[in-house]
């Protein structure tokens, strides 16, 4: 929940914040440049699917940068944080030289302050709000990268920094789904006391954490101290567990559980439906993320099989794109392409993924959409494409892709990966009758509280907006986490 801004202000009138302010001139603040994230070498990262491409600032860099937060009267930051983390107070504990005390803030409002500081859009949430960017026109303070390093002291550190936990009252919830959204909601409600159980279909707890972003973006065994946070504050967890299918949510009802929260993501891949697409060499990206990523496909102790080849062309312009084009790189493309319908503008990606992947050696065939896959036996060996232009803006502000009439390219290929999108996984929607479900297949719920048409089920994360971002998968488990604890307590 926000606090009031006339909590943040006593707070920042706390001694320790009045002697940092007084320490550095605003002035001083200002002219100091944004610290800048140290990377591994691209020729050396692209070989490896290990390798983290940030490094982490070092404690002199995380200070320093801290140390240009002005600590605001009205830290317009937090506006910008789907699950409102007390921005300026974590960064002055930096500053501060405190990183443990940093790490305890961001678990008040985060369950996955690690992997948020590595995937999260803050160029486009709390950084977007940044006093540097909406006043001064400059680099917005680092907030994700201060955030990546208070979670890493700690996780490095052998002092560990557990929430404190109301009481247990008893009271049985589930979760269903554990991605983001299902950890942040179980974070919440175990700190209010109730019995947590969360169910997870696969056999690993994460979801897209796990199974879609690759280790060099964000390497499971982050996810994994998370997630053993989570269990020491008592949250229970279940997997092989696919709800619908192992058990009904009717007979989880009878089970005793009191409210449910649907968290089962967007896992469904979209695909072209243009000719050729069934063909040996034609894959998802989710299939192929999933192979390398959860069952490690790329590891040569792994028995699970993937398609390798020499030229792989992934189709998509988004984070799943650009993801699934950097995997095949680190597997031994030699020409790792995205193929693309609009321009290197729209691409729809995070600017720090598409620099990445361009540093790494990727190619960018913008302004081509693939209309046929071409093969021998059965088996890729090309793709036609028609080329295309930009016209007028669409209703999405997006200028529209149009066919240039007669253009056509053929590209030879081993492997397609198709990234143009994904669907919400079906389950939930299809085995819970009176539950209200959109054209797309989204459950549709009351966005102020993210209730859905039947009582004592609730919804968020992927499976309602169809595919958006791990911190707003996170924003809307914390207001169900809320919602619920109000409605079970007002019957109490
Ligand atoms: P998910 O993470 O999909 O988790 C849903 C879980 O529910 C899954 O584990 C699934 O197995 C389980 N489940 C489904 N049905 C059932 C059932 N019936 N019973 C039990 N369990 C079930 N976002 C960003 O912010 N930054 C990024 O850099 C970024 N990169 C991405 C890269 C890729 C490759 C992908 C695919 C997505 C990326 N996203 C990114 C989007 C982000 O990961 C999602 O928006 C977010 O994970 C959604 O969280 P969720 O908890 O709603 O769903
Ligand atoms: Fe610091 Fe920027 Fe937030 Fe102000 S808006 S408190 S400068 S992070």
Known sequence: MKESLEYYKAQRKEDWRVALQKKTKPKERIAKTRVKMPEEDPKLRSKSQFIEV????????????????MDCPVPTCIDGCPVNINIPKFIKYIENGEPLKAAATL????????????????????????????KLNKPAVAIGNLERYAADYENNSTEKVTPEVAPPNGIKVATIGAGPSGLAFAGDMIKHGYDVT???????????????????????????????????????????????????IEQLREDGFKAFYVASGAGLPRFMKIPGENMNGVLSANEYLTRVNLMFAGSEEADTPVLKGKNVAVIGGGNTAMDAVRTALRMGAENAMIIYRRSDDELPARVEEIHHA??????????KNPIEFIGENGKLTAVK????????????GRRRPIPIEGSTEIIPLDIAVIAIGVSPNP?????VSGLDISKWGTIKIDESNNQSSIDDIYAGGDIVRGGATVILAMGDGRSAADAIHQRLQSQQ
């Open 358 to 367: 361009r540093e790494e050696g990727v190619i960018f065939n913008t302004l």
């Open 198 to 248: 969360v169910f997870e279909a696969l056999h690993e707890i994460g979801g897209v954490l796990k199974y879609g972003i690759p280790e060099f973006r964000l390497p499971n065994k982050l996810v994994d101290l998370e997630i053993e946070n989570l269990k020491k504050m008592g949250v229970k967890f279940i997997t092989n567990f696919i709800v619908g299918q192992t058990r009904t």
């Open 385 to 396: 494409v028609q080329h295309m232009k930009l016209g007028e803006a669409g209703s999405d």
């Open 107 to 134: 678990k008040e409002s985060s369950a996955l302050p690690a992997a948020c500081g590595r995937v999260c859009p803050q160029e486009k949430q709390c950084e977007a709000k940044c006093f540097y960017t909406i």
């Open 427 to 431: 389950i939930i929607p299809n085995t």
């Open 54 to 69: 940030n490094k982490g600032l070092t404690q002199q860099m995380a200070e320093e940068e801290a140390s240009r937060c």
